[in-house]
């Protein structure tokens, strides 16, 4: 018993010098992870011990311990809420416009790039669609204003001298919805490409050569040899975007809803920022971020069980 146990701890010396070895070999690596360690701690994992508000009458002057438990009673009032149903609605909604038009919009965008055999056109081609990217919301939503606004916007002056009326685009609901996916393409398109190009840089170019001799063309080597080859990444990417089904960005709502078209444009979001900055319901606000956080794992974890069940990898 006693060479056992002698063994075992001779076997995790050495496993633990071997780690310690291997993080100095690769120290630089480790290095360069600190930065985003340090910022999940700081901004994703302590802020978490702060959710038990939800379950509190939280008030600043008592403090997060000494504040009135108080249950379920905030998520109570948000499943009776009026708005509750509307909420949910625009958020569903918007998130469903975003991942079926503008998810396949970069690998698309991607699978055309790899295309071009010209490299100075194709890198000019990326960064013309990378540039959108760093645009803040608040410039996109000016944009948006300047381009469609009644008076006289571009838009609007060209469908007037084409003999038609003008179109509140920004004020109806019947467009919110449509805007705001038509803003998501157009600045976060051409950044979402770098990702499936990397993936597509990693096909091994043997298996085009092997498809040339088989006869396929440039659309057949493209449909099945970079399309299952890339599969993975695209499983990944549509986990990591059902993940934030719930989160569709305060700052792009923020800035495109109003008075007019927010009975189909306010979400989650937009509501938490009303109630918890502008009222100071803390408690409450905090209740509907867990809610949509629950939602948000849930689905994670669904997708990513439906992706190993069909033969992918997954995220975990």
Excluded at 40 to 62: E, Q
Excluded at 99 to 121: D, G, H, T
């Amino acid at each position: 018993m006693t060479n056992f146990f002698s063994n075992r701890q001779r076997i995790k010396g050495a496993a633990a010098q071997n780690l310690l070895k291997d993080i100095w070999r690769n120290r630089w690596l480790y290095i360069f992870v600190i930065p985003g360690v340090f910022y999940f701690l700081i901004f994703k994992y302590i802020p978490m011990g702060g959710v038990v508000i939800a379950f509190k009458d939280y008030t600043p002057f008592l403090g997060i311990v000494e504040s009135q438990w108080v249950g379920w009673k905030h998520f109570e009032r948000l499943f009776q809420n009026n708005d509750f149903v509307m909420l949910f609605r625009n958020t569903i909604l918007i998130s469903l416009y975003k991942l079926l038009f503008y998810f396949p919009v970069p690998i698309i965008l991607a699978l055309m790039l790899n295309e071009v055999r010209l490299k100075v056109f194709k890198r000019f081609v990326q960064t013309v669609i990378y540039i959108p990217h760093f645009f803040s919301w608040v410039v996109v939503a000016g944009i948006t204003y300047v381009l469609l606004t009644t008076e006289g916007g571009i838009v609007n002056e060209f469908i007037t001298w084409a003999g038609g009326e003008k179109i509140n685009f920004l004020g109806q609901n019947a467009w919110i919805r449509t805007l705001l996916t038509l803003q998501t393409i157009w600045r976060e398109a051409g950044w979402g490409t770098i990702l499936y190009l990397a993936a597509m840089s990693a096909v091994d170019p043997q298996l085009y050569e092997a498809a040339k001799i088989d006869g396929a063309g440039r659309f057949r080597q493209m449909w099945n040899v970079t399309l299952p080859c890339i599969r993975s990444t695209i499983v990944i990417l549509l986990i990591l975007q059902i993940g934030n089904f719930m989160d569709l960005g305060f700052e792009q709502i923020y800035n495109m809803i109003n008075a007019g078209n927010k009975d189909y444009g306010n979400v989650f979001d937009t509501y938490v920022y009303t109630i918890g900055i502008k009222e100071g319901q803390f408690s409450y606000s905090t209740a509907i971020g867990l809610f949509k956080s629950v939602i948000g794992l849930i689905l994670v974890l669904g997708s990513n069980y439906l992706a190993r069940r069909s033969g992918e990898e997954g995220i975990f």
